[in-house]
Every structure is written in C-alpha cells, then in structure tokens.
C-alpha cells in the first residue's frame, strides 16, 4: 500500500488528512529522533492540532518508511515532552497533546540539577523571579484567590503544629502555585513549578525545616498583596526568600560536616560518582580491642613459649 492509499484508508476512519499527509519518510538523522521531529514541526505548523489521532502504529511506521521499534521509541520521546498523548483502549492511541507544563517544568528542574546549581544561585534566580510575580499577581488577584491563600496559610501553620511535616511541604508549595495562577500567566506558573521542583530535590538532600517567622512573614505578605501594594509585596517576598535561603543553607552546611561535599543541588550521577570515590578511597581501619576469645589464645601461646624456653 502507498502512502497516497493510505491517506484514503485514514480519511474512511475519521483521521484527519493532515495527520498523514504532512509525513514523508525518513533519511536522515537517527531514526526516531527524524520522526519526532516531523511530528514536532507539522505540530508547529499547523498540520497537526490538539486532540488529532495520528495514524495507527503499523500504519505510521509504513508511511515513514521505519521500523516499529524505532517509531515507538519517538512516541515515548514525545510522550515524556508533553507533545503526545498515549491513550489505551479500543479508541486509544496517540493524540497532540494541548501541551503540558508539568513537562517543562520537570525539564527545567531536570537541568538544574544535572548542572548541580549552587543553593545561592537557586534562592538569588527564586528572589529575583518570585519578587517580580508578586508584582503581578496584587495588580489580578481576585479576593477569592486571596482568601485560598489566607486558607493555605492557616492550614500549613496548623499541619507544622501537629507534626506533620510532609503535609505542610506541600501545603508550602500549594501557595506557591496558587500565587502563581494569580498572575494569569502559564508561563509564570511553568517556572514556579520548576523552581519548586528543585527546592523538592534540594529538600530531599538536606531535610527540611521554618524560620521561627515563617508564617508571620507569610502573613504579612498576603497583607500587602490583598492591599494590592505591589512594593511592600515585593519587599516582604524577598524577605521570605533570603529568610528560606538562611535555613537551607544552615541544613545543608549540617549535612556536609556530617558527611562531606559541597552545597549543591546535586545531580544522581554526582552523588553516585562521590559514593565510588568514597569507597575506593583508602580507609583507615579504626582500632579493635581484642575479643575475650583472642585474649584466651594469646596468653595460651605465650605460655607454651615459655615452656620451650
């Protein structure tokens, strides 16, 4: 079958033209980096929108002229880049995706760490970026939005009081998030979710605690936002910012005099190349005192060299 009897068979199943149309077979490059990349640009171009079913698998393998294993390897890539959607069923299969900013956000995290950003630059990008949103959201807020954040507030106050600290980390970054839809800007929210992302991992490294302040600052920055006094928001985020930074760098330097290393957002290869470092490195074996058993025989052997004697 060609590919122009293809676009018929596609037409007869309710798929769209240019979901087949726009492919031609592939050459160069490797091989699924050349498919993704064709999906890519006919997305990019208009060929392919939202919610479009591309072809079945065996179907779009023979009208690019590859290999089913190496066209399932570009459908991941573009899965796990939030350009496609992989359906299971007997309506499944594989849709344009309307975008997705949890993959952005991840690639954005995923960078900085595999760079292991120092915790200064990370909390320096976070005042810079957070200082500005602030701005944003006093002037569209909504006081609706105000009192989901004066909720949050009080609920992570409430979860700290009681202990339960994994619940109010994310109650701590539920704020975040909602602060950052207050602004009307996706792109706003995407690198919000990136740098809370990085503060997880670097959470995960060091642990986690609160400036005895916390939700007094906290408080006093929806004061400013509700007020929609841009400058004094501004102000108390930075606050909160270098306050935040104090606390994770006084954890992080804990964690490096108990086991070594620089405080960095570090990546699981860097980890994992200090562990081998580690363990092949020469140890000094502590000194033992001799077990009862080993005390017993040392004598037993001096005696009989005596007896020799």
Not at 14 to 26: D, E, L, P, Y
Not at 255 to 276: P, V
């Amino acid at each position: 079958m060609n590919v122009n009897q293809f676009v018929s068979v596609h037409a007869a199943k309710g798929i769209a033209g240019s979901a087949t149309q726009g492919f031609r077979q592939v050459h160069t490059r490797r091989t699924f980096e050349e498919v993704a990349a064709q999906v890519r640009e006919m997305m990019f171009d208009g060929s392919l929108r939202p919610g479009d079913r591309l072809p079945p698998e065996r179907e779009l393998a023979i009208l690019l002229g590859v290999g089913r294993p190496a066209l399932r390897e570009a459908l991941r890539a573009l899965e796990v880049g939030g350009l496609i959607e992989l359906r299971k069923g007997k309506s499944g299969g594989a849709f344009i995706s309307s975008g997705s900013q949890r993959a952005v956000s991840s690639g954005m995290s995923d960078m900085l760490r595999l760079r292991s950003v120092p915790i200064s630059e990370l909390f320096e990008a976070r005042e810079w970026i957070m200082s500005s949103l602030v701005r944003s959201a006093c002037l569209r807020i909504t006081p609706e939005e105000v009192q989901a954040l004066r909720e949050n507030i009080d609920r992570a106050e409430q979860l700290h009081t009681q202990g339960r600290f994994d619940e109010r980390i994310n109650a701590n970054f539920e704020f975040y998030s909602l602060l950052a839809r207050a602004t009307r800007n996706s792109v706003a929210e995407m690198i919000m979710r990136g740098l809370s992302d990085s503060l997880r991992s670097l959470i995960h490294q060091v642990g986690s605690d609160l400036a005895p302040n916390f939700f007094t600052l906290r408080r006093s920055l929806l004061q400013a936002i509700d007020a929609h006094d841009e400058a004094a928001a501004a102000k108390r985020m930075v606050e909160i910012v270098k306050s935040t930074e104090e606390t994770y760098k006084r954890l992080a330097a804990a964690r490096r005099n108990a086991s070594g290393g620089e405080l960095l957002i570090a990546s699981a290869t860097d980890r994992a190349q200090a562990k081998s470092a580690k363990a092949k490195s020469p140890a000094k074996s502590p000194a033992r005192k001799p077990s009862a058993k080993a005390a017993v025989a040392k004598k037993a052997v001096a005696k009989k060299a005596a007896a020799r004697k």
